[in-house]
């Protein structure tokens, strides 16, 4: 299993599809189609077929999300100004009235997507008006250090803790975040086992893992490769996290996403991302993980989630991903932390 | 659950909102996805109107029963559009409605699909409103999520918050033993212990006698279970020598090693024990040496070491971690 292809071809081909049109199944995902957009840009990028795509038209699209103050507003009315995720979250203002509910609801996620994909397509990120947007953003972050997503009241979790850092570092500017409170919040989300659960509490997952130790890199409180430096961390317990992130390739290759569940391709993603971060990912069965992966692999491009599912995009992406770390030729290196190839982090 | 029985005819169909006569005066906001839009989406025609009309009520900020009853249609549509989401509590607010309903609504959209995080967050802001009387419900809604996949992320997260917010924790421990005299394996319930323990029954050391002396049984019951091996050691976080020093548990180790079978959890526990100044007795070399692979392997005086080389065999997804662990840990590997 292990030595069949990897279907670059077919990936490509799938992505471009989704490029063009989606279908109705994705339609209740449309307050995030910028997220779908990412999944697209940076999948072909590391399909090294980002020529297939306009990137003048992206750009367009995505700069046309962005959510600008009018004159009148002050920049710490409360609301966040980044970038909205579709336009089904996306009023100007000046349209109506000026009653509150009649604007748009820009999303923390979705600016991180909107900065990614700029990035990733080689647009210029500081000629981007990134003043109200980190300003604003600070309005999010929650007196324990976690970040709301949206200004009008969500769930907050680790998840926008990493959507904030992400869009700090590329933006290049940590005006928008206070890091020691998030610093602080990452760590009690620290569990017994030595994971991160997304709450203070919850129980350890991978996605949860990923966004807390890719934050604290980001915003540079844990070393790279702590495990071939031989130094250890104050504020992670490194060996137990180290363990339980090797446990989690099951007895079929793959990756779980917590104890005693099922494997599924995006944990390869997310726990082996840690791994790398960590200096740990040779650690792995390299081989076995890939046997899995194929098994994901669909004959219509793409990857699904579990073994013989149809394929969706989130779960291609993770499937792309995957095999960059496993270094399969023909795929660009990953940049972990970022979300993008090493070279569209480096921005060249 | 829209109140309005206008939304389907009597062969119960989808009447489209352009043929109803309470919105007859609203005049639908189409998308304007601009000229070349990335990722467009194929739109089925009932969501499509269902939004344009939504779009309309959002913009003219009608904060009506209709506008409340677009939004139940809407929120069936598209869950994850937290606009809507937002826009109906507005209205809720302001009509001054009835937030049991609330809670009937979530309950409905949950059989659809329950893992959608706009869904518990409107949950949640109802169960803050209603406050300590919503307690029973909301413990009692997590359950029945549970009874159906016992790992729901998003019920044990809203599950946490209610015992932390509203109460209602007394019970919790017990709840985790059922869980787990249903499926031992089941880690979310292991962590629900541990939350329970630590926040409000006395805390790890008021509460570790009674923990060890459970998860010991769980551990012998199925030494694979690795939930139960770490919730094990978690009950001594933060305090190793209390850890290496608790006879019973490198009693248990040994006993699970001489046992020969799922030994893969009690041989890294007693490596951990090793690396904590525990020294293992002739039982424990002896113990270990039984489960060496092959013969020819020379019998290391190392108990420590004889157990990474088993578990290099025992353990084949991790034998580069056991390789690597043997080389940091010694020199002369």
Same mark, same amino acid.
């Given at each position: ?49 980002? &020529? ?98 949206? &200004? ?52 350890? &997952? ?143 | %659950?829209? =109140?309005?029985?206008?939304? =389907? ?16 005066? /609203? ?23 269902? %939004? ?37 509590? $507005? ?7 009835? #937030? ?45 999520? #549970? ?18 917010? $509203? ?5 919790? $421990? ?14 979310? +319930? ?16 008021? %509460? ?18 690795? =939930? ?13 020598? =209390? ?15 001489? +046992? ?14 090793? !690396? ?30 004889? +157990?990474?080389?088993?578990?290099? !065999? /025992? ?17 002369? +590997?």
């Amino acid at each position: 299993m292990e030595s069949e292809p990897f279907e670059r071809e077919k990936h490509v081909t799938f992505l471009e599809m989704m490029y063009r049109l989606l279908p109705h199944q994705y339609q209740t995902q449309e307050i995030n189609r910028l997220t779908l957009a990412y999944f697209v840009v940076s999948g072909l990028d590391l399909l090294r077929a980002l &020529h297939r795509i306009d990137k003048d038209a992206v750009a367009d699209w995505v700069l046309s999300l962005q959510a600008r103050p009018s004159d009148s507003d002050q920049v710490n009315n409360g609301q966040f100004y980044g970038f909205y995720g579709s336009r089904s979250s996306q009023f100007s203002p000046q349209d109506d009235n000026n009653g509150a509910s009649s604007s748009g609801i820009s999303n923390l996620a979705s600016t991180y997507c909107a900065l990614a994909i700029l990035k990733i397509i080689g647009y210029d990120l500081s000629s981007i008006d990134s003043e109200s947007l980190l300003k604003s953003m600070r309005n999010l972050q929650q007196p324990d250090g976690s970040f709301m997503p949206i &200004h009008t009241g969500a769930e907050t979790d680790l998840r926008f803790v990493y959507c904030a850092a992400a869009i700090c570092h590329m933006l290049g500017n940590w005006s928008g975040m206070d890091k020691e409170r998030a610093k602080e919040y990452i760590i009690n989300c620290q569990s017994y086992d030595g994971g991160f659960g997304l709450t203070p509490g919850a129980e350890s &997952h991978g996605g949860a893992i990923y966004c807390g130790i890719t934050s604290l890199r980001l915003m540079g409180f844990l070393e790279e490769d702590v495990l071939s430096k031989n130094v250890s961390s104050s504020i992670v317990n490194v060996p137990l996290l180290l363990v339980w992130c090797l446990q989690r390739q099951a007895a079929d290759g793959g990756f779980q996403g917590r104890p005693n569940k099922p494997s599924d391709t995006c944990y390869a993603f997310w726990i082996v991302s840690v791994l790398k971060i960590l200096g740990g990912h040779k650690l792995i069965d390299q081989k076995a993980l890939r046997g899995f992966l194929i098994t994901c692999q669909s004959q219509y491009g793409g990857f699904s989630k579990f073994p013989g599912d149809l394929p969706d995009l989130y779960h291609s992406y993770y499937g792309f991903t995957a095999f960059s770390l496993l270094e399969e030729p023909g795929l660009n290196p990953l940049c972990v932390e970022l979300g993008m190839t090493d070279l569209a982090a480096i921005g060249i | %659950m829209s =109140s309005s029985s206008s939304s =389907s005819d009597e062969e119960g169909q989808w009447v489209p909102l352009r043929s109803r006569p309470e919105f007859s005066d /609203v005049i639908p906001v189409e998308q304007d996805d601009g000229p070349n839009p990335v990722v467009p989406i194929t739109y089925k025609e009932e969501f499509r109107e269902t %939004m344009d009309y939504f779009r309309a009520l959002y913009k003219a900020d009608e904060r009506s029963l209709r506008a409340l009853n677009l939004t139940s249609e809407a929120i069936q549509f598209n869950p994850g559009n937290y606009t809507v989401w937002h826009f109906r509590r $507005l209205v809720l607010e302001a009509l001054n409605h009835d #937030l049991h309903d609330e809670l009937a609504l979530t309950e409905h959209i949950a059989q659809g699909n329950s893992k959608n995080y706009q869904l518990w967050h409107h949950r949640r802001w109802v169960a803050e409103k209603l406050g300590t009387s919503a307690t029973t419900e909301e413990l009692r809604f997590t359950k029945n999520i #549970l009874s159906i996949d016992a790992k729901h992320y998003h019920a044990w997260s809203h599950r946490q918050w209610v015992l932390q917010a $509203l109460g209602g924790w007394e019970d919790e $421990l017990d709840y985790c033993h059922q869980l787990l005299e249903e499926d031992i394996f089941n880690n979310s +319930a292991w962590n629900q212990r541990y939350f329970v323990i630590t926040r409000f029954l006395g805390g790890l050391k008021a %509460m570790r006698e009674s923990e060890v002396c459970y998860t010991l049984n769980a551990i012998v019951a199925r030494p694979e279970n690795e =939930s139960s091996w770490r919730y094990l050691r978690g009950l001594y976080k933060d305090d190793n020598s =209390s850890w290496v020093n608790n006879p019973q548990i490198s009693s248990v180790c040994l006993e699970i090693l001489n +046992a020969k079978t799922n030994c893969v959890f009690a041989l890294s526990t007693l490596l951990d024990l090793i !690396s904590h100044g525990f020294q293992p007795s002739q039982e424990f070399a002896d113990a270990v040496d039984a489960l060496r692979i092959s013969d020819s392997e020379q019998r290391d005086s190392d108990v420590a070491k004889a +157990a990474c080389f088993v578990l290099e !065999s /025992v353990d084949p997804f991790r034998a580069n971690y056991w390789q690597w662990y043997k080389n940091k840990h010694f020199q002369n +590997a």
